[in-house]
C-alpha cells in the first residue's frame, strides 16, 4: 500500500521569504502523481501543483515549485516570496498512473503553514 | 464553469441516524470520489463513482454507502451514525477516464451529538 508522510506539522515564515515543505512517499509502482493541495481556513480544497512521475523536470506553478527526487521518494514544496494569503493547511497526495483503475488519493497528514508578517 | 457543490454545508444528527449528503460535480466531469476528513485520521478515501458505477471502495463499514445519478450527481449515505463519523466530508470530480486532476467541493461538516 502507499504511503505518504509530512514530518513537519506546523512550520511559519515570514513575509516575502521562502519555506519548503517537506514530504516522503513509499510506492512500488513507477507510474504515479504526486499532488500538493492547499486547505485554507474556508476547508476548500485548492491544487496547487503536479508532479508526473515520468517527468524528470521539476514543476513550477508562479511562486511555488517542487524538488522531485523519485530515486529518494521525495517531493517537497517550496513557496517563493511567502504572502499572507498563503497560511493553509498543505497536503501531500499520491495517486497512482492511468494504467489501472483506481484514481484514489493517499493523502500524507499535512502542514499547517503561518504567514507573518 | 460552476464549480463543485456540495449540500447541505453544515449538518447536526444525533446518534443512530441517518444521512445523506450530496456533490454535485463540474458540468462534464463523470467522475465523484468521496473523503472523510477527521483531525484524527487526517483524509481517508471513501469510494469512487464513474458513469453510476461504484469502481473503488476505501476501508470503511457497510454503514456508509453512496450512488451516482444519471447526471452524475453523487451522493453518500451513512445510517446507524456514530460519534466518530463527525468529519468534514469532501467530495472531489474528475473528468475521467484517468484524470489527472481532481476538483474539490467545499465540504459537508457532520456533527454526531
Known amino acids: 500500500a502507499q504511503t505518504v508522510t509530512q514530518s513537519q506539522p506546523e512550520m511559519s515564515v515570514q513575509e516575502a521569504e521562502t519555506v519548503t515543505l517537506s514530504c516522503t512517499y513509499d510506492?512500488?509502482?513507477?507510474?504515479?502523481?504526486l499532488f500538493w493541495y492547499k486547505q485554507p481556513p474556508s476547508r476548500q480544497m485548492i491544487l496547487v501543483i503536479r508532479q508526473e512521475a515520468y517527468k524528470q523536470q521539476n514543476a513550477t506553478e508562479n511562486r511555488f515549485s517542487v524538488n522531485f527526487q523519485k530515486a529518494a521518494k521525495s517531493f517537497s514544496l517550496k513557496i517563493s516570496d511567502s504572502q499572507l494569503g498563503d497560511a493553509a493547511m498543505y497536503f501531500c497526495?499520491?495517486?497512482?498512473?492511468?494504467?489501472?483503475?483506481?484514481?484514489?488519493?493517499?493523502f500524507g497528514k499535512g502542514t499547517l503553514l503561518t504567514v507573518n508578517p | 464553469k460552476a464549480g463543485v457543490t456540495q449540500t447541505p454545508r453544515y449538518l447536526i444528527k444525533t446518534r443512530g441516524q441517518q444521512v445523506t449528503l450530496s456533490c454535485s460535480p463540474i458540468s462534464g466531469h463523470r467522475s465523484v470520489s468521496w473523503y472523510q476528513q477527521t483531525p484524527g485520521q487526517g483524509l481517508q478515501f471513501l469510494f469512487e463513482?464513474?458513469?453510476?458505477?461504484?469502481?473503488n471502495k476505501g476501508n470503511f463499514p457497510g454503514r456508509f454507502s453512496g450512488r451516482q445519478f444519471s447526471n452524475s450527481r453523487s451522493e453518500m449515505n451513512v445510517s446507524t451514525l456514530e460519534l466518530g463519523d463527525s468529519a468534514l466530508y469532501l467530495c472531489a470530480c474528475g473528468d475521467d477516464p484517468a484524470y489527472n486532476e481532481q476538483f474539490f467541493g467545499p465540504g459537508t461538516r457532520l456533527t454526531v451529538l
Open positions: 510506492t512500488s509502482e513507477s507510474d504515479y502523481y
Open positions: 463513482y464513474f458513469s453510476e458505477t461504484q469502481r
Open positions: 497526495a499520491y495517486r497512482r498512473g492511468s494504467g489501472g483503475s483506481n484514481y484514489k488519493l493517499t
